[in-house]
């Protein structure tokens, strides 16, 4: 199973990104996909995530109102829309899938497939 992530580049505060990760390997029914980002010196955190059917999405309060998850069952990937980025959304973001299936959660630990990481730079 593999998940690649791109997309990631450098923007002006108040610009937009999308990214992107696809899957190959195996598909993802029933499973959430989410995306989580690392800053320098700081701890992996909780960004959105997505059920299978695409209907429940939940986001870190940091960037909610401002960055969109959705997914595309058929080409087994997930996307990350961010919006009126801020100098603090600068991080590696990755893109994971979900242990158990039909399970929401915002801890890295309960994601045991991971992307390898697109970075994300804002000047400000």
Do not use: H
Not at 31 to 48: L, T
Not at 49 to 77: H, L, P
Request: proline share 2%.
């Amino acid at each position: 199973v593999q998940l690649q992530a791109f997309g990631g580049g450098l923007v002006q505060a108040g610009g937009f990104l999308r990214l992107s990760c696809a899957g190959s390997g195996r598909t993802f029914s029933s499973y959430y996909m989410a995306w989580f980002r690392q800053a320098p010196g700081k701890e992996r955190e909780f960004v959105a995530t997505i059920s299978w059917s695409g209907g429940s999405t939940y986001y870190a309060d940091s960037v909610k109102g401002r960055f969109t998850i959705s997914r595309d069952n058929a080409k087994n990937t997930v996307y990350l829309q961010m919006d009126s980025l801020k100098p603090e959304d600068t991080a590696v973001y990755y893109c994971a899938v979900a242990k158990y299936s039909n399970y929401r959660s915002g801890r890295p630990e309960d994601y045991n497939y991971w992307g390898q990481g697109t970075e994300v730079t804002v000047s400000s």
